[in-house]
């Protein structure tokens, strides 16, 4: 049986677009041919397929778009539910938007915000409390895979940036290699398997049967010619996608690995 399907064979892989800050109005007509090929393609499509606009968007790609069952995320969100933040989104406010999850602790949350694990772990606990599913980043710099690093930060990445209550319902994990975004570089394919297997074994030692279920993505330079090799490897339950999920061409290509033809 293929790793891919941990335990339940119920896990399904999972293709997420973050448009990062990207995308005025005139582009969620990209969004919009996306969700219209996931409802051409309907029960064939295998995957969950979402895409997380900037704040500005939230609503009004969640209210157009749905036809084909795509969903809609954000990218970050403050821990408190309301109050004196000025600038900040709460998850309350994401999920009154539409959105049905968020992505946080993204690698440059962190290293433009300072944000810490610890952080990190009070915006999922915010998440939660709002009804979305959290999408937790984690993932070294090529100084730490440099200094045979990688498996301790992410490791205690994971460890300090999850709450005790997450469930494979209400949490993914995407390890994105820092040196790998934006930069068309991936990791040897080895390498990515090594990292998602010990993901993998602290989740279970974690969160038992809900460790076995949360879906781990692999982000990082996906495009459509390396996402089947990609998504092909051991604990590699989709992908979260940076500047490929801007076009809808390039982003349909990647969910298309899950295509049941
Ligand atoms: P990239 O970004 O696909 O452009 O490398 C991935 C991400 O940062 O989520």
Not at 213 to 232: D, F, Q, T
Request: charged content about 20%; proline content about 3%; some cysteine.
């Amino acid at each position: 049986m293929s790793s891919n399907a941990p335990g339940a064979a119920s896990v399904k892989p999972m293709v997420v677009g973050n448009w990062k800050m990207n995308g005025l109005k005139a582009a969620l007509s990209e969004a919009l041919a996306v969700d219209e090929a996931l409802a051409e393609a309907g029960a064939t499509v295998g995957s969950e397929v979402m895409i997380c606009p900037p704040a500005t968007l939230v609503m009004v790609m969640s209210e157009l778009s749905g036809k084909g069952g795509m969903t809609v995320g954000g990218q970050d969100c403050h821990t408190a539910e309301t109050g004196a933040h000025t600038g900040d989104v709460s998850a309350e406010m994401l999920a009154d938007a539409g959105a049905t999850a968020v992505i946080l602790g993204h690698s440059e949350r962190r290293a433009d915000h300072g944000e810490t694990d610890q952080l990190v772990r009070q915006k999922v606990v915010a998440a939660h409390r709002a009804g979305l599913v959290a999408i937790v980043c984690v993932g070294e710099t090529i100084g730490q895979r440099n200094a045979a690093l990688t498996l301790d930060v992410v490791s205690r990445q994971l460890a300090g940036s999850l709450p005790d209550e997450a469930t494979a319902a209400n949490t993914v994990i995407a390890y994105e290699p820092v040196w790998a975004i934006g930069t068309g570089l991936t990791p040897q394919v080895t390498d990515v398997a090594e990292v998602h297997a010990m993901i993998r074994s602290r989740l279970r030692e974690r969160f038992g049967e809900d460790g076995e279920g949360m879906r781990i993505l692999y982000g990082g330079s996906v495009k459509p010619s390396n996402a089947a090799e990609l998504m092909g490897v051991d604990h590699v339950n989709g992908a979260l996608v940076g500047g490929a999920s801007l076009k809808a061409k390039d982003f349909l290509g990647i969910v298309d690995v899950y295509r049941q033809k």
